[in-house]
């Protein structure tokens, strides 16, 4: 990521379809990189300049019931680490692009339910387990 151009690489998805690992470990495990004052302390080369989120198929937020739809914001079929450049989420901020999302992500996941919610991704995790490529093919 920080090797090549940001006007080439803005972020990186670092997919793990074989970690086969709950998502209590996995955050326990990964935390760090979400983490800015440990992932300055563990690689501080990359402190201030890369930041991490990442997703698992048991995402929970602390203190959500288990059938929160919110708890879908954060999964993904198998676990994945997203690493974007700081400076850019940072003139993002800057520039009012980020302002909402996250209400806007929770107001969509509650009107939908979590039946519908549930429905669609189960669907991607079947077509991820399957190798079906293309989320416009698997929901259109």
């Known amino acids: ?79 994945v680490v997203n690493l974007l450049r700081t400076d850019m989420v940072d003139e993002a901020i800057q520039a009012g692009l980020t302002a909402g999302i996250g209400e806007r992500n929770e107001e969509r996941l509650k009107r939908e339910g979590i039946a519908a919610v549930r429905a669609v991704y189960e669907k991607l995790h079947s077509a991820a387990r399957e190798g079906v490529k293309g989320v416009d093919q698997l929901l259109g």
Request: net charge negative.
């Open 1 to 79: 990521l920080l090797h090549s151009r940001r006007e080439d690489v803005a972020t990186v998805l670092i997919p793990a379809p074989h970690l086969d690992v709950d998502f209590v470990t996995f955050h326990e495990t990964i935390a760090c990189l979400e983490d800015e004052d440990t992932l300055a302390e563990l690689f501080p080369p990359y402190a201030d300049r890369i930041m991490a989120v990442c997703f698992h198929p048991e995402h929970a937020w602390a203190g959500l019931d288990e059938d929160d739809p919110l708890n879908y914001e954060k999964r993904a079929p198998f676990p």
